[in-house]
């Protein structure tokens, strides 16, 4: 059966990191729906000039565009065996639309980082991503000897080392504006999954190591629960 990942929690939270290393270490790919949209707009296609605006001003596209991408995404043959969703469902709508696109692969995982909003707001105005690459690093992760593993994506990154640019939405007030559409929009689809026996929840202001280990340890949990079901 594939293992289908959701990762759940507002922006900041260190889904990303945490969906890449874990997908990493599963063989599966990583489905980041910001990541997809950006590249559309970096590529200057018409995806990408349809989101630009909205994107800008840190709210969603629409459902049905973003439903669609997915769709399409999971189709290909890498995502066969499973895959890591990160920042897909946002809203109950998606959240449906993901259990009808993964009906026969079996149950949703859903594991929850929590992290309370000032401490959000506080790694989000310091992160920096590669401008050629779209690597993420906090102020930390900047100055530590991991940068070789977080950069090195493309040949210009590998040659040159990473070009880190605050994202254009990390901004205080667009960082603001993010979290309070996530407590609008995405506490529904926490409410949407929360009552079934395959949802987690883990304490994001653990070291990434640490919250490493408790998404390892909930997605395993969460499994059992899936095969005595
Ligand atoms: P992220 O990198 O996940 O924070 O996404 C960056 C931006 O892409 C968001 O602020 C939205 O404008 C857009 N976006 C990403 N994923 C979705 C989604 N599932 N639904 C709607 N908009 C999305």
Redesign the pocket.
């Known amino acids: 059966m594939a293992l289908t990942l959701v990762m759940l929690g507002p ?1 900041g939270a260190g ?2 990191t945490q969906a890449e290393r874990f997908a990493r270490e599963h063989g599966i790919p990583t489905v ?4 997809i ?2 590249e559309a707009v970096h590529s200057g296609s018409e995806l990408g000039r349809a ?1 630009k605006a ?2 800008e ?7 049905d565009l ?1 439903i669609g991408i ?1 769709r399409e995404r999971l189709s290909q043959p890498d995502a066969i065996a499973g895959f890591v969703l ?6 109950a709508t ?1 959240a449906g639309a993901l259990d009808e696109i993964t009906a026969a692969r079996g149950p949703v995982i859903c594991v929850e980082i929590q992290v309370p909003d000032e401490e959000l707001v506080r790694r989000l105005r310091a992160r920096r991503v590669c401008e050629d690459c779209g690597a993420n690093a906090d102020a930390f992760e900047r100055q530590a000897d991991s940068l070789p593993e977080l950069c090195q994506n493309t040949d210009r990154c590998r040659s040159i080392g990473p070009k880190w640019v605050a994202r254009s ?1 990390d901004s205080e007030a667009i960082v603001r504006e ?1 979290l309070k ?1 996530y407590r609008r929009d995405t506490r529904p689809v926490i409410d949407f999954y929360s009552a079934r026996p395959t949802f987690r929840r883990i304490d994001g202001m653990q070291t990434p190591e640490q919250v490493r280990e408790a998404l390892g340890s909930a997605v395993a949990s969460a499994l059992g629960v899936r095969r005595q079901g």
């Open positions: 922006p889904k990303g980041s729906t910001g990541d949209l950006r989101v909205v994107m001003r840190g709210e969603l596209v629409g459902d973003i997915v990160d920042g897909f469902p946002r809203t998606q939405d993010r559409i």
